[in-house]
């Protein structure tokens, strides 16, 4: 990989990345009994293969209670950690480093998948025993909407239990194979309610002012620290604006204070307390997010993840060489086009060879490259010899 920095090497502590692009954990809603299935292997695999350096698992995870839908995926049993070996396994066998991004969904579980509607699950479906055990959780009995349950307030015994819980889910990680861990803070999931003060009514140790609010992610981060390796990264994914009082300033404020305690980068994002974030305004524009990577990286010296509609090669370029960011993020793109990455090192001339790509792919697209040099840049229809 030659004269990109995009195709640059990146290292957060002793992992080496191969260029400085990240898939962007999505959610997949295929998960069966909270497993992994075909369709994860599939989904993060061909991402690999397609040239990222940086492979993120959806959001998976650390209590059962946690789980938004009942197809999301879990990490709070061991019974979990086989099924994830065999995908981290092949993701690094195609040179890529896997991740896995662990969260609490709080008052965002128990709902309807994507296309039931976005809204309270109220029936339980097929196969779902343990319903009426559900228990949704949040900082205070505040709901998002009328579209969400109404969270029972954690006790703070069971914040303890929390904490204990995301401790234990970085520890199956290391078992399953991953070498990066994600903690999402962003969003409205529970560490993003515990931060909003439109959603955290507490008046203990845990609400109030924003030191308080912060107390469970940096509980979190020191848990998960102590059973993470020193050698290996750890990322926190941050709303660092939200619509209903989270500002930059105490984004910044809270990422030094993350940096002290543990955390190697910030993957920047924003919103999200009270809706969706795409629907955000500016959510169509291109890099509609990079500027506050930009500012968190420049106010904090942390390294930072650049993530929302980057499309183009040269944009991603551009956001690295103008020290925006570290890293980019990329999403929906990829679902588009899982070789990306290979597209942009064509169009960048970082790759001449192919040299991104598996050996299985990488030596029939460098003899497709090569059978179209000397030939028009445009195809011309030919005209019908016959009158």
Not at 309 to 331: F, K, P, S, T, Y
Request: proline share 5%.
């Amino acid at each position: 990989m030659t004269g990109s920095i995009l195709f640059s090497p990146l290292a957060l502590r002793g992992v080496t990345f191969r260029n400085r692009i990240m898939a962007s954990p999505m959610w997949q809603y295929s998960g069966r009994n909270f497993f992994p299935t075909d369709w994860h292997f599939m989904h993060l695999g061909r991402m690999a293969a397609g040239g990222v350096a940086l492979v993120m698992q959806e959001g998976t995870a650390v209590e059962r209670r946690g789980c938004g839908s009942v197809a999301d995926l879990g990490i709070w049993d061991d019974r979990f950690v086989a099924p994830l070996r065999r995908i981290t396994d092949f993701i690094r066998s195609l040179g890529a480093v896997p991740g896995i991004q662990l969260l609490h969904c709080g008052r965002r579980a128990k709902m309807e998948l994507p296309w039931g509607g976005r809204k309270a699950l109220r029936i339980a479906p097929e196969n779902v025993e343990d319903f009426d055990q559900w228990d949704v959780v949040g900082p205070s009995a505040v709901a998002q909407s009328e579209e969400y349950h109404t969270p029972r307030a954690l006790s703070l015994a069971e914040i303890g239990a929390v904490v204990e819980a995301w401790g234990s889910a970085a520890e199956r990680s290391l078992r399953a194979g991953y070498d990066v861990v994600e903690i999402h803070a962003a969003h409205g999931y529970l560490i993003h309610e515990f931060l909003s003060p439109a959603a955290n009514r507490r008046n203990d140790r845990y609400g109030g002012s924003r030191e308080n609010r912060c107390r469970l992610l940096i509980e979190i981060v020191e848990a998960v620290r102590a059973r993470w390796p020193a050698d290996k990264p750890l990322l926190v994914r941050l709303s660092i604006e939200d619509e209903a009082g989270w500002t930059i300033d105490d984004s910044v404020a809270l990422v030094r204070a993350l940096h002290q305690a543990g955390v190697d980068a910030i993957d920047c994002t924003a919103r999200g307390i009270a809706g969706s974030p795409l629907l955000a305004k500016n959510a169509g524009d291109y890099g509609y997010q990079v500027d506050l990577a930009e500012r968190v990286r420049a106010e904090t010296g942390v390294p930072t993840i650049a993530v929302g509609l980057i499309v183009h090669a040269d944009q991603a370029q551009a956001i690295l060489r103008n020290g925006q960011a570290d890293m980019v993020a990329i999403g929906r793109e990829l679902l588009y086009n899982p070789n990306w990455p290979l597209d942009a090192a064509q169009k960048l001339g970082a790759d001449p060879g192919f040299a991104l790509a598996p050996l299985q792919h990488g030596f029939y697209l460098e003899r497709r490259a090569r059978s179209f040099v000397g030939k028009p840049s445009t195809y011309q229809v030919g005209i019908d010899p016959k009158p």
